[in-house]
């Protein structure tokens, strides 16, 4: 009831034109009983080897009433568990839902609550887990200014501070993200436990949901979704911005290279130490998912390989990568309401294109 076959899927990849080495599952549709929306998805890696995906779900994206889910895939039987309730606020709905687990094991989740009848209006919450995502704490709210929201993993930096990538959005159109809107960053202590914020990051048309990677113990590089609307154009392109000081000041973003659809991208560094960029290849829609890699700090993306393509909306990567090496991502498409997983490593990448 919650997994479809993986070598039906595997042949419509293959058709599509993605590399050997990649392989799809479709794990949650709107058959699965919470609901027929099913957006964003994030996914970790326990420390028993189990995978976990989070999302929020419910009757649609502004419905009353959605809450955060979460399933565990058995390592032995490689099924997914029945997706569980894991976060709700009893007032208002919720919305993304990021779950991390920590180098000392304490399993975190952050999400969004939206008071309002916008995005603009949300707050972060978050719970932690000790006994690997089996039961959670209550909540607690990290961030209580308005507009503030999360999607992407954090990431540790060199001195163990965790760097967690959030953003401020404005406006007041569920159809357009405000020009003001900007990404920033909140900082945990490694030692005190307390939390702190980043500058701002402002662009020309705005900029959310930053995804970032360490180069080095100064040197940061953060990839970001630009703000406007979502009619097609050909002046969309996803921002950078880049930090010199470990992430606590960055730089004004500028238009990348990489075309962005007003959808979310997925950047990490990984234990090669080469870049990973996710995003979808467009302006005009959320297709092709694509994939591209930099061996060269960021120079340079000679590796590029769609992922998924074709008529339909493949959103919101979210991708991590395993203590085996392979690389886990979940994606969204058929109008959000179903939530895939691809699995594949880094050399299926530099084997199909360059």
Same mark, same amino acid.
């Given at each position: 009831m919650f997994a479809r076959p993986a070598t039906l899927l595997l042949f419509a990849i293959a058709a599509s034109g993605a590399p050997p080495g990649v392989s799809i599952e479709r794990v949650f549709g709107p058959e699965t009983p919470t609901g027929r929306y099913k957006h964003p998805a994030s996914i970790a890696e326990l420390a028993d080897g189990s995978l976990y995906i989070a999302y929020y779900g419910g009757d649609g994206e502004y419905a009353p009433g959605t809450g955060v889910f979460g399933s565990r895939r058995d390592r032995a039987s490689g099924t997914w568990s029945k997706p569980a309730l894991?976060?709700?606020?009893?007032?208002?709905?919720?919305?993304?839902?990021?779950?991390?687990?920590?180098?000392?094991?304490?399993?975190?989740?952050?999400?969004?609550?939206?008071?309002?009848?916008?995005? $603009?209006?949300?707050?972060?919450?978050?719970?932690?887990?000790?006994?690997?995502a089996k039961t959670w704490s209550d909540a607690s709210v990290l961030s209580f200014e308005e507009g503030t929201m999360v999607r992407g993993a954090p990431i540790v930096l060199t001195g163990g501070d965790y760097l967690l990538p959030v953003w401020k959005e404005t406006g007041n159109d569920r159809e357009e993200v405000g020009s003001d809107t900007v990404s920033f960053f909140l900082r945990r202590d490694a030692k005190t436990g307390r939390w702190s914020e980043s $500058?701002?990051?402002?662009?020309?048309?705005?900029?959310?949901?930053?995804?970032?990677?360490?180069?080095?113990?100064?040197?940061?590089?953060?990839?970001?979704?630009?703000?406007?609307?979502?009619?097609?154009?050909?002046?969309?392109?996803?921002?950078?911005?880049?930090?010199?000081?470990?992430?606590?000041?960055?730089?004004?973003?500028?238009?990348?290279?990489?075309?962005?659809?007003?959808?979310?991208?997925?950047?990490?560094?990984?234990? $090669?130490?080469?870049?990973? !960029?996710?995003?979808?290849?467009?302006?005009?829609?959320?297709?092709?998912?694509?994939?591209? !890699?930099?061996?060269?700090?960021?120079?340079?993306?000679?590796?590029?390989?769609?992922?998924?393509?074709?008529?339909?909306?493949?959103?919101?990567?979210?991708?991590?990568?395993?203590?085996?090496?392979?690389?886990?991502?979940?994606?969204?498409?058929?109008?959000?309401?179903?939530?895939?997983?691809?699995?594949?490593?880094?050399?299926?990448?530099?084997?199909?294109?360059?």
């Open positions: 894991i976060a709700q606020d009893p007032f208002y709905s919720v919305g993304n839902a990021v779950v991390w687990q920590a180098p000392d094991g304490v399993v975190w989740l952050w999400y969004v609550v939206r008071p309002g009848d916008t995005w $603009s209006s949300s707050r972060i919450a978050m719970k932690i887990s000790r006994d690997g $500058s701002r990051i402002r662009s020309r048309r705005g900029n959310l949901q930053p995804a970032v990677a360490e180069l080095d113990r100064d040197h940061l590089i953060a990839y970001c979704r630009r703000g406007g609307d979502y009619k097609p154009t050909q002046d969309g392109w996803i921002v950078r911005t880049e930090s010199r000081d470990g992430g606590r000041t960055w730089t004004p973003g500028e238009d990348s290279r990489f075309p962005n659809p007003n959808a979310a991208v997925e950047f990490l560094r990984l234990r $090669s130490g080469h870049l990973l !960029l996710i995003y979808n290849d467009s302006m005009t829609g959320r297709t092709p998912l694509t994939a591209a !890699l930099s061996t060269d700090g960021d120079r340079t993306y000679p590796y590029k390989v769609n992922l998924a393509e074709g008529r339909n909306s493949y959103a919101y990567p979210f991708a991590t990568q395993g203590r085996d090496g392979r690389i886990h991502l979940v994606f969204t498409s058929d109008q959000r309401t179903v939530v895939h997983h691809a699995v594949f490593e880094e050399s299926a990448l530099m084997g199909a294109s360059k």
